[in-house]
């Protein structure tokens, strides 16, 4: 499919399958970006936090995710716990097939199956079960990520529903699906990016998304 590869999705950061606390992180990724970055609209109030950009072969940055509520944290996670409310926004650049900056090959198109499947690994990588053995951790991620993978390249499947969300105030279709981990969702806007967006504890219903103002105000 026209989807960003698989590669350029990144494990968490740190040591233990933990994200880099949001103070470590820096905006200059995200400023380097020549496309806006989205993120919940005014109705939310609550915190907001960096997480992490991803390049193309070409060091373009072409994805990119901001959180939203609780950050997510897979330690100490055992069964009946409260994991937090949380949603992440994640903007994908629209980008045809084009050359690549050294002319030696071609980067593959972005699509809005790009931003389902991004949004779909950056569920799992806050929801792989806590009581699970390190030793099989890797297979079940492989394998969660691979049914990802899947699911973003059928999104007129019966995975997904249609489920329509203001996105700059205009009532926009989103593919969306719910799983035992949580709920993901997918859309394009009119700026000329592909919105994902993934949570738990958080209704995906009462959402809208907006361009982000001053990104660098999340430094």
């Known amino acids: 499919m026209e ?6 999705v990144e494990a968490p950061d740190a040591e233990g399958g933990q994200q880099v606390p949001s103070a470590r992180r820096t905006v200059d990724g995200y400023l380097e970006a020549p496309f806006p970055w989205y993120g919940l609209d005014e109705a939310f109030t609550g915190p907001r ?12 940055v072409e994805h990119g995710s901001i959180g939203h509520g609780d950050e997510p944290s897979v330690r100490h996670e055992t069964a ?6 949380f949603a992440v926004v994640v903007t994908v ?41 390190h030793s099989l951790r890797d297979d079940w991620l492989e394998q969660q990520t691979e049914t990802a993978w899947v699911l973003a390249d059928d999104l007129s499947g019966e995975d997904w529903s249609t489920l329509s969300l203001p996105v700059d105030g205009v009532p926009t279709p989103f593919h969306y699906r719910e799983s035992e981990f949580g709920w993901v969702l997918a859309g ?15 209704s995906a219903y009462g959402l809208g998304f907006a361009v982000v103002k001053d990104i ?4």
């Open 93 to 133: 650049a629209a980008n045809p097939v084009r050359r690549s900056a050294d002319g030696t090959g071609l980067l593959e198109a972005t699509s809005v199956s790009s931003a389902a499947w991004l949004a779909g690994v950056g569920l799992l990588s806050f929801t792989w079960p806590g009581q699970m053995d």
């Open 188 to 202: 394009s806007t009119r700026e000329g990016v592909h919105v994902g967006a993934y949570g738990r504890g958080m």
């Open 3 to 8: 989807t960003t590869s698989r590669a350029v």
């Open 49 to 60: 936090w960096l997480m992490q950009v991803g390049m193309a072969a070409d060091g373009a």
């Open 80 to 85: 009946g716990e409260d994991r937090g409310k």
């Open 216 to 219: 660098a105000a999340y430094e």
